[in-house]
C-alpha cells in the first residue's frame, strides 16, 4: 500500500533561493542617492575667506549704527548654522558657520561698546576659544572651530603689529570721532607705518601669516582649508585698511 500512496500523494515543492551573481563594473553606473554631497576643499576656502570679509563691509558699519540690531543677529547665524548641520547635504556649511557666529559675536560685543580701547580688542574676540579648544579636543564641529582660531589668530597678529608700531593711540583717536576726522587721524598713523622699523614689521607679520596660511592648503581636509582661508583673508583686510589710510 504504501506505494500506491507514494503513487497518489503531491509531491512536494520547496522553494531555494538562487543567488544571481551580479559583476561589481555593472554597478558603477548606479547612483547612491543617500550620499551627501561634500564641498570640495576649495570650496571652503573660498567660503571662509568670504565670511571674514562679511564683517569688514557689513557688520562693521551696522554694529557702530546699531549695536544691538548686530548683537541680536547673532541669534540668526546661531539658528541658521544648527539647521545646516542636522541636513547631512548642508552638515559642513553649517559647522563653518558655527565658526563663525563666534566671530561675529565677538566683534558685536567689541566693536558696539568697547571699541575705544583696543587693550580689551583681542581678550573679546577670544570668546569662543575656550568652546573651539573644546570641541577640537573631542572631535566636534572641527571645520567652524578651526575658521575660528584661524580668524583669531589673524586678529592676534594685526593687533601685534599696531603695538609693534605704536599705532594704538592713532586707535583711540580714529574711534572717538566722526568720520571725516578720522581720515586725518588714518593718514598720521601712515608716519610711522612707513619708518624701516614699520617697514620690517609689516615684511615680517606677512611671512607668517602666509606661513600659517599656506602650509594648510597642502591638505584637502577641510578644517585646515577653512584655517587656511580664515588666516590667508587678514592679509586682504590689512591691505584694504592700509589703502584706505594711504587714500585719505
Given at each position: 500500500m504504501s506505494w500506491v500512496l507514494a503513487v497518489f500523494q503531491k509531491p512536494s515543492?520547496?522553494?531555494?533561493?538562487?543567488?544571481?551573481?551580479?559583476?561589481?563594473?555593472?554597478?558603477?553606473?548606479?547612483e547612491d542617492h543617500d550620499a551627501?554631497?561634500?564641498?570640495?576643499?576649495w570650496h571652503i576656502t573660498m567660503a571662509s575667506i568670504a565670511l571674514v570679509l562679511v564683517p569688514v563691509f557689513?557688520?562693521?558699519?551696522?554694529?557702530?549704527?546699531?549695536?544691538w540690531v548686530s548683537l541680536m543677529l547673532t541669534l540668526g547665524w546661531l539658528g541658521g548654522a544648527i539647521a545646516l548641520i542636522q541636513r547631512k547635504s548642508t552638515l559642513e556649511w553649517g559647522d563653518l558657520l558655527l565658526g563663525f557666529t563666534w566671530?561675529?559675536?565677538?566683534?558685536?560685543?567689541?566693536?558696539?561698546w568697547l571699541r575705544w580701547e583696543p587693550f580689551l580688542h583681542l581678550p573679546i574676540e577670544a570668546i569662543g576659544l575656550p568652546f573651539a579648544l573644546w570641541g577640537i579636543r573631542y572631535q566636534q564641529h572641527k571645520i567652524g572651530h578651526w575658521f575660528y582660531i584661524g580668524s583669531l589668530l589673524g586678529t592676534a597678529i594685526t593687533d601685534l603689529y599696531f603695538y609693534l608700531v605704536n599705532l594704538i593711540p592713532y586707535?583711540?583717536?580714529?574711534?572717538?570721532?566722526s568720520p571725516a576726522e578720522a581720515q586725518l587721524i588714518l593718514h598720521q598713523a601712515l608716519l610711522p607705518m612707513r619708518t624701516?622699523?614699520?617697514?620690517?614689521?609689516?615684511?615680517?607679520?606677512?611671512g607668517m601669516l602666509l606661513v600659517a596660511g599656506c602650509i594648510?592648503?597642502?591638505?584637502?581636509?577641510?578644517?585646515?582649508?577653512?584655517?587656511?582661508?580664515?588666516v590667508l583673508s587678514t592679509l586682504l583686510v590689512d591691505g584694504l585698511f592700509w589703502v584706505a589710510a594711504a587714500i585719505s
Open positions: 515543492i520547496q522553494h531555494q533561493s538562487v543567488e544571481i551573481p551580479i559583476p561589481i563594473e555593472s554597478l558603477e553606473g548606479v551627501s554631497p561634500t564641498p570640495r576643499p557689513f557688520q562693521a558699519p551696522l554694529v557702530r549704527a546699531f549695536p566671530t561675529w559675536l565677538a566683534g558685536s560685543i567689541y566693536w558696539g586707535w583711540r583717536q580714529v574711534m572717538q570721532v624701516s622699523w614699520g617697514y620690517g614689521c609689516a615684511v615680517s607679520l606677512v594648510p592648503l597642502q591638505s584637502k581636509r577641510l578644517h585646515w582649508r577653512a584655517f587656511s582661508g580664515a
